[in-house]
C-alpha cells in the first residue's frame, strides 16, 4: 500500500532553515509529481510546491517562493523541502501528497502522509 513518511519537522527562531524529508513507498515513485502542502491551526490545506516527476520542474506558492526549494530522489524514493528564512507563518503541519491533480492553488489529494510540524518562533 502506498505509504508517505514525513520528517524534518521541528521549533525553529524567525529567519532558519529547516529541512523536510518524506520517504514513499509502495507505487513507482518515479513516475509521480509529488506535492508538499500544509496546514496552520484553524486554517485549511494550503498547496505549497510541487515537482515533476523527473525532478527538472518544479512550482511554488507565491508565500513561499524564493524561501522554499522542493527537490526529489528517485533512486532513494525520497521527496525534500529546503525551508529557509522562515516565517512564523510558516508554522503548520507539512505533508507529503501524492495528488490526483492541482488547479491553480486546488490539489486534489489522492495520498497524504502522517504530517511534520513546523513550528516557527522566537
Known amino acids: 500500500q502506498v505509504q508517505l513518511v514525513e520528517s524534518g519537522g521541528g521549533l525553529v527562531q524567525p529567519g532558519g532553515s529547516l529541512r523536510l524529508t518524506c520517504l514513499a513507498s509502495?507505487?513507482?515513485?518515479?513516475?509521480?509529481?509529488m506535492t508538499w502542502v500544509r496546514q496552520a491551526p484553524g486554517k485549511g490545506l494550503e498547496w505549497v510546491s510541487d515537482?515533476?516527476?523527473?525532478?527538472?520542474?518544479?512550482d511554488y506558492a507565491d508565500s513561499v517562493k524564493g524561501r522554499f526549494t522542493i527537490s526529489r530522489d528517485n533512486a532513494k524514493n525520497m521527496l525534500y523541502l529546503q525551508m529557509n528564512s522562515l516565517k512564523p507563518e510558516d508554522t503548520a503541519m507539512y505533508y507529503c501528497?501524492?495528488?490526483?491533480?492541482?488547479?491553480?492553488?486546488?490539489?486534489?489529494?489522492?495520498?497524504r502522509g502522517q504530517g511534520t510540524q513546523v513550528t516557527v518562533s522566537s
Open positions: 515537482i515533476n516527476k523527473d525532478g527538472d520542474s518544479t
Open positions: 501528497v501524492k495528488a490526483r491533480y492541482r488547479i491553480g492553488e486546488r490539489v486534489e489529494i489522492h495520498y
Open positions: 509502495g507505487f513507482t515513485f518515479s513516475t509521480y509529481r
